[in-house]
């Protein structure tokens, strides 16, 4: 089965488009900061997300950058972060990216709850989740990336959540309200690719959550002090998101493994040989998908026998990967 088949057949299972192949489209939105401390905050994270989209190849056409106040950075920021901005912005971008592209939104900010309804705090009006969702319905784009790393913000996996979207939010309920620091992780994970644990050259949405994740419990533990935030991924479709999820076709994570902030243009052109490795792990990866969702139907002696030869094969491939990739990132 080719890469593509695979992708398409998983993310059939998972409620996804497949991937491959898309031109990525980043919209980073910078909401209301409140005090110029967390509009610094928040203008930094953006700043940092969009040069690590920009290193991997997302093409400059395709990044967008509001916020509350332009003059700050009138070279990089395309507009106001009002409401009717967004709504414009991602309407436009979304016909741009179509059936095939990938659409990432990215909001770094402060929420809250209007009634029962999940906000982000902007210049002017609020956007709420309700508003947010009806507009994503309305966009030709199949594949959606929604990170809300504002205060509050849990609610939105609820609200959002559908075939077709990755949804990462930097609080679990809508009762964490104080500034979360997951925003900051998440936009660092991306500088360097600091997150490639699997040492790719390239950082998946599912990466960089992990990183942003334990980045956060360990600030929390330095500083001993209880964690006041807890960050959810969901990517299945099933409007509950998860704390710490795991790769499988029925769980969530395993869309995220394969969704990169740059898409097709993520990977750069390596030895024949790197490419060789990365190819093979692609199609064990494949494999390892396509076993977990038979495993009901099999023997669990059988499946196990299986999936352990395929992670055995899988943990070879990835050394080998990380003793080509490494000379490469020494020089570089």
């Known amino acids: 089965m080719s890469r593509r088949a695979a992708a398409v057949a998983l993310a059939a299972l998972c409620g996804l488009a497949a991937p491959a192949a898309a031109a990525t489209h980043l919209v980073v939105i910078s909401g209301l900061g409140g005090d110029e401390a967390f509009s610094a905050s928040f203008h930094e994270w953006s700043i940092r997300l969009l040069d690590g989209a920009r290193a991997a190849g997302v093409p ?62 902007l210049p002017g009006p609020d956007l709420s989740a309700e508003e947010l969702a009806a507009l994503l319905d309305g966009l030709p784009v199949e594949n959606v ?19 077709g979207r990755a949804i990462v939010t930097a609080t679990r309920s809508a009762g964490e309200r104080h500034a979360p620091m997951f925003g900051g992780f998440f936009s ?42 807890h960050a959810l ?17 029925a769980g969530d994570g395993a869309v995220a ?8 243009e993520a990977r750069a052109a390596g030895s024949p040989e790197l490419d060789e490795l990365e190819a093979r792990k692609d199609q064990l ?25 395929l992670l055995l094969e899988l943990a070879r491939t990835n050394e080998a990967i990380e003793r080509l990739a490494a000379p490469a990132e020494k020089s570089g």
């Open 188 to 229: 660092e994970s991306f500088a360097g690719n600091q997150a490639d644990v699997d040492k790719d050259r390239r950082v998946s949405l599912l990466e960089a959550f992990e990183y942003a994740r334990a980045a956060v419990t360990r600030a929390f533990e330095a500083d001993q002090r209880l964690p006041t935030e």
């Open 60 to 121: 400059e056409a395709n990044l967008v950058y509001l916020a509350e106040d332009p003059a700050r950075d009138a070279d990089r920021i395309a507009g106001e972060s009002r409401k009717t901005t967004i709504e414009s912005t991602l309407r436009a971008v979304g016909e741009r990216a179509g059936t095939e592209g990938e659409l990432w939104i990215v909001i770094f900010g402060h929420g809250s709850v209007r009634g029962a309804d999940p906000t982000v705090n």
């Open 233 to 249: 991924l969901d990517d299945n479709g099933d409007r509950t998101g998860s704390t710490a999820p795991e790769p499988s076709a």
């Open 257 to 264: 493994s394969r969704l990169f902030l740059a898409g097709a």
């Open 145 to 163: 990336v929604v990170v809300n790393a504002s205060s509050a913000s849990g609610d939105f996996v609820r609200v959002l959540s559908a075939p």
């Open 285 to 309: 990866e494949d494999r390892i998908a396509e076993l977990r969702t038979r495993r009901p139907s099999l023997d669990e002696e059988l499946y196990l026998e299986e999936l352990e030869s």
